[in-house]
């Protein structure tokens, strides 16, 4: 247990629905992170928010809308997704310049 | 040039064997450096950080080289739990540029 938790930790959709992907740290940092790992490739850093604020938005879809209400929490709002979003994500924490904790994921799987 | 590179293996080693990874870095301004592990479809776990002074944890050290831009990962006395992909991880610029390495594959074989 690090303190990062995700939910669900398995999702399957299809194409037309809406999701949201939850986490949540009870750490205390002020930063979190989404990351997409598909089979086989490396993590591929999405979203991270500072503060609350978004810092930076690594090019991805907008069919993937990233919220933070507070730093404590952080959303993965999901849409119209494509099969080849399918992937584990994960989200992760971390205070400024330190190491960062992951959740144990979610593997999504758009059908 | 990619900002990080690793070896992805497969390293194949015995039981009991050392072991070494590199991971080479292009930005100079990289400030802070972790190893990770990730297991088969686990999330990725803080291994140890590595200082610039190395720093070892029981059968495990870490070195930095910022001259040459490269860290390294040493296992002594290889476990089969030590089967696992390794990632190496850099920090810049505080939360906003935090880079992980593509991993490199150890498998520990009886």
């Known amino acids: 247990e690090t303190g990062v938790t995700q939910t669900p930790r398995h999702l399957v959709m299809g194409m037309t629905n809406k999701k949201s992907l939850k986490c949540e740290q009870h750490l205390g940092h002020n930063a979190m992170y989404w990351y997409k790992q598909s089979a086989k490739k490396p993590l591929e850093l999405m979203f991270v928010y500072n503060f609350k604020e978004q810092t930076e938005n690594n090019s991805v879809p907008s069919r993937f809308s990233p919220e933070c209400p507070n730093s404590s929490h952080l959303f993965l709002h999901l849409h119209t997704l494509q099969p080849e979003d399918s992937a584990l994500y994960l989200c992760?924490?971390?205070?400024?310049?330190?190491?960062?904790?992951f959740g144990q994921g979610t593997r999504l799987t758009v059908v | 040039r990619k900002e990080v590179e690793q070896d992805p293996g497969p390293f194949n080693v015995p039981e009991g064997a050392t072991v070494a990874f590199n991971c080479t870095y292009s930005n100079s301004a990289s400030q802070s450096f972790f190893w990770y592990r990730q297991d088969c479809r686990k999330e990725p776990k803080l291994l140890m950080s590595v200082y610039s002074s190395g720093n070892e944890d029981g059968r495990f050290t870490a070195q930095l080289n910022r001259a040459s831009q490269y860290i390294s990962l040493l296992i002594r006395d290889s476990k089969l739990s030590d089967s696992a992909t390794y990632l190496c991880?850099?920090?810049?610029?505080?939360?906003?540029?935090?880079?992980f390495g593509t991993g490199t594959k150890l498998q520990v074989i009886p």
């Open positions: 991880v850099l920090l810049r610029g505080g939360y906003q540029k935090v880079t």
């Open positions: 992760a924490s971390s205070r400024q310049g330190a190491e960062a904790f």
